[in-house]
């Protein structure tokens, strides 16, 4: 089984509303993040998580939220979808304690469609 | 700023033509500077992580190596299994909750 696994994989969905993607890991790490990757451009941090209590704003976190249910759950809502939304969303986590070093294992993804 | 530059932004091979990808980065202290290949529509997926200038890691046809300002990807006798978009990203000592991904190097190895 996948250590990082996000729900669902594909989505298309209509412009106003609102989408929750999840996202589980079995590797037992603190920290979880969302990104979004678009054609042609580098990952872009949408928001993080460093243990339960802590949510900390990305690069680009207007227009969405999140949730930490428990240390192996992390959601991103899209609360009012809109076309430039558009694109591939990955979770990742980290173990910290590797050298104070956070190496990040992706799921596998998240395509999503806003019409 | 703090910023990763990788290139070529595409390359393409023949089936065992060794060859290097770059990733260049500033950053105020490394804590750490990692690879990942991605195939298309998937997940990227770990490969390395170099810590300090002079450090080097191998794994089967790929070896990455680090100095103070940069990165190589080394391919030795790539196979055209060894297609995908290779991903540079950099965590720095001052702002170590931001990471730093390049656009990547799309890689073609034709059989």
């Known amino acids: 089984d996948a250590d990082v696994t996000q729900t669902p994989r594909n989505r298309i969905t209509k412009t106003g509303k609102r989408i929750m993607l999840e996202c589980s890991q079995t590797?037992?790490?603190?920290?979880m993040y969302w990104y979004r990757q678009d054609p042609g451009l580098g990952l872009q941090l949408i928001y993080y998580s460093f243990d339960v209590k802590d949510i900390n704003k990305g690069e680009i976190s207007d227009g969405y939220s999140v949730s930490r249910q428990a240390q192996a759950k992390f959601s991103l809502s899209l609360e009012s979808a809109i076309p430039n939304q558009t694109a591939l969303y990955f979770c990742?986590?980290?173990?910290?304690?590797?050298?104070?070093?956070?190496?990040?294992?992706f799921g596998p993804g998240t395509r999503l469609t806003v019409l | 700023e703090d910023q990763v530059t990788q290139s070529p932004e595409a390359l393409r091979l023949q089936e065992g033509e060794s060859s290097s990808l770059n990733c260049s980065y500033t950053v105020s202290g490394l804590r750490g500077l990692f690879w990942y290949r991605q195939d298309p529509g998937k997940g990227p997926e770990f490969l390395f992580t170099l810590y300090s200038a002079g450090e080097e890691k191998e794994k089967e046809r790929l070896k990455a190596t680090l100095t103070k300002k940069e990165s190589f990807l080394h391919i030795t006798a790539p196979k055209p299994e060894d297609s995908a978009t290779y991903l540079c990203a950099v965590q720095g000592e001052s702002n170590f909750n931001k990471f730093y991904f390049g656009s990547g190097t799309k890689l073609n190895v034709k059989p």
């Open positions: 990742a986590t980290s173990d910290h304690r590797d050298r104070g070093t956070d190496t990040q294992y």
């Open positions: 590797k037992g790490h603190d920290r």
